[in-house]
Protein backbone atom coordinates (compact mmCIF):
# COMPACT_ATOMS: atom_id res chain seq x y z
CA UNK A 1 0.00 0.00 0.00
CA UNK A 2 0.73 3.71 -0.50
CA UNK A 3 -0.33 6.54 1.48
CA UNK A 4 -0.66 10.46 -0.15
CA UNK A 5 -1.20 13.36 2.04
CA UNK A 6 -1.33 16.63 -0.04
CA UNK A 7 -0.58 20.44 1.40
CA UNK A 8 0.02 23.85 0.38
CA UNK A 9 -3.69 24.69 -0.99
CA UNK A 10 -4.99 28.27 -0.37
CA UNK A 11 -6.48 31.11 -1.79
CA UNK A 12 -4.64 32.92 -4.01
CA UNK A 13 -4.46 36.19 -6.24
CA UNK A 14 -4.36 35.93 -10.00
CA UNK A 15 -1.05 35.71 -10.77
CA UNK A 16 0.30 34.34 -7.43
CA UNK A 17 2.26 31.59 -6.90
CA UNK A 18 1.69 28.58 -4.84
CA UNK A 19 3.83 25.26 -4.04
CA UNK A 20 1.64 21.96 -3.20
CA UNK A 21 3.64 19.55 -1.37
CA UNK A 22 2.50 15.36 -1.92
CA UNK A 23 3.85 13.49 1.53
CA UNK A 24 4.25 9.51 0.27
CA UNK A 25 5.11 6.55 2.51
CA UNK A 26 4.19 2.84 2.62
CA UNK A 27 5.58 0.80 -0.39
CA UNK A 28 7.08 3.38 -2.16
CA UNK A 29 9.84 1.31 -3.83
CA UNK A 30 7.12 -0.22 -6.37
CA UNK A 31 5.78 3.49 -7.36
CA UNK A 32 7.45 4.53 -10.46
CA UNK A 33 5.10 7.67 -11.19
CA UNK A 34 3.47 10.36 -9.47
CA UNK A 35 1.19 12.46 -10.60
CA UNK A 36 -0.71 15.78 -9.83
CA UNK A 37 -4.38 15.94 -10.57
CA UNK A 38 -6.93 18.91 -10.23
CA UNK A 39 -10.79 18.53 -10.81
CA UNK A 40 -12.53 21.66 -10.93
CA UNK A 41 -16.46 21.66 -9.28
CA UNK A 42 -18.57 19.97 -11.97
CA UNK A 43 -15.67 18.91 -14.49
CA UNK A 44 -13.79 16.01 -14.64
CA UNK A 45 -10.11 15.33 -13.24
CA UNK A 46 -7.35 15.89 -14.95
CA UNK A 47 -3.61 15.55 -15.55
CA UNK A 48 -1.75 18.47 -13.96
CA UNK A 49 1.70 16.88 -13.74
CA UNK A 50 3.71 13.43 -13.89
CA UNK A 51 7.11 12.66 -12.86
CA UNK A 52 8.75 9.48 -13.45
CA UNK A 53 11.11 7.44 -11.46
CA UNK A 54 13.85 9.11 -14.03
CA UNK A 55 12.61 12.53 -13.18
CA UNK A 56 11.37 12.82 -16.89
CA UNK A 57 8.05 14.77 -16.29
CA UNK A 58 4.94 15.59 -18.47
CA UNK A 59 2.37 18.31 -18.49
CA UNK A 60 -1.21 19.34 -18.78
CA UNK A 61 -1.58 21.66 -22.05
CA UNK A 62 -3.06 24.27 -19.56
CA UNK A 63 -0.32 24.76 -17.08
CA UNK A 64 2.80 24.01 -19.56
CA UNK A 65 5.14 26.73 -18.96
CA UNK A 66 3.31 27.83 -15.82
CA UNK A 67 3.48 24.91 -13.62
CA UNK A 68 6.76 22.95 -12.62
CA UNK A 69 6.80 19.36 -10.74
CA UNK A 70 9.90 17.76 -8.91
CA UNK A 71 10.20 15.47 -6.39
CA UNK A 72 12.73 14.52 -3.62
CA UNK A 73 13.39 11.06 -3.16
CA UNK A 74 15.48 11.53 0.58
CA UNK A 75 12.34 13.56 1.82
CA UNK A 76 9.73 11.46 -0.22
CA UNK A 77 8.14 14.29 -1.36
CA UNK A 78 6.56 15.94 -5.00
CA UNK A 79 6.21 18.76 -5.41
CA UNK A 80 4.08 20.77 -7.65
CA UNK A 81 5.22 24.81 -7.96
CA UNK A 82 2.39 27.04 -9.59
CA UNK A 83 3.04 30.14 -10.58
CA UNK A 84 0.97 32.87 -12.90
CA UNK A 85 -2.45 31.47 -11.53
CA UNK A 86 -5.11 31.83 -13.19
CA UNK A 87 -9.16 31.63 -11.67
CA UNK A 88 -9.47 28.62 -13.78
CA UNK A 89 -6.49 26.91 -11.71
CA UNK A 90 -9.39 27.24 -9.25
CA UNK A 91 -9.42 23.24 -8.46
CA UNK A 92 -9.23 20.28 -5.67
CA UNK A 93 -5.74 19.14 -5.94
CA UNK A 94 -4.45 15.36 -5.80
CA UNK A 95 -1.65 13.32 -5.85
CA UNK A 96 -1.57 9.87 -7.46
CA UNK A 97 1.08 6.87 -7.46
CA UNK A 98 1.34 4.98 -10.65
CA UNK A 99 -1.58 6.84 -12.39
CA UNK A 100 -2.97 5.12 -15.80
CA UNK A 101 -5.41 6.92 -18.29
CA UNK A 102 -8.32 4.33 -19.76
CA UNK A 103 -11.84 4.47 -19.87
CA UNK A 104 -11.70 8.49 -20.66
CA UNK A 105 -10.24 9.36 -17.16
CA UNK A 106 -7.43 8.79 -15.13
CA UNK A 107 -7.27 6.47 -12.49
CA UNK A 108 -5.01 4.83 -9.68
CA UNK A 109 -5.09 2.49 -7.20
CA UNK A 110 -3.54 5.32 -4.37
CA UNK A 111 -5.02 8.57 -4.02
CA UNK A 112 -4.27 11.24 -1.45
CA UNK A 113 -7.54 13.40 0.12
CA UNK A 114 -6.47 16.11 -2.37
CA UNK A 115 -5.55 20.18 -1.19
CA UNK A 116 -8.21 23.09 -2.34
CA UNK A 117 -6.55 25.73 -4.26
CA UNK A 118 -8.53 28.77 -5.04
CA UNK A 119 -7.30 31.43 -7.12
CA UNK A 120 -9.24 35.12 -6.83
CA UNK A 121 -9.66 37.05 -10.09
Known amino acids: QVQLVESGGGLVQTGGSLTLTCTYS????????LGWFRQPPTKQRELVAT???????DYGDSVKGRFTVSKDTTKNVVYLQMSALKPEDTAGYYC???????????????WGQGTQVTVSS
Open 96 to 110: AADPIFFGDTWHSDH
Open 26 to 33: GNINSINV
Open 51 to 57: IRYDNSA
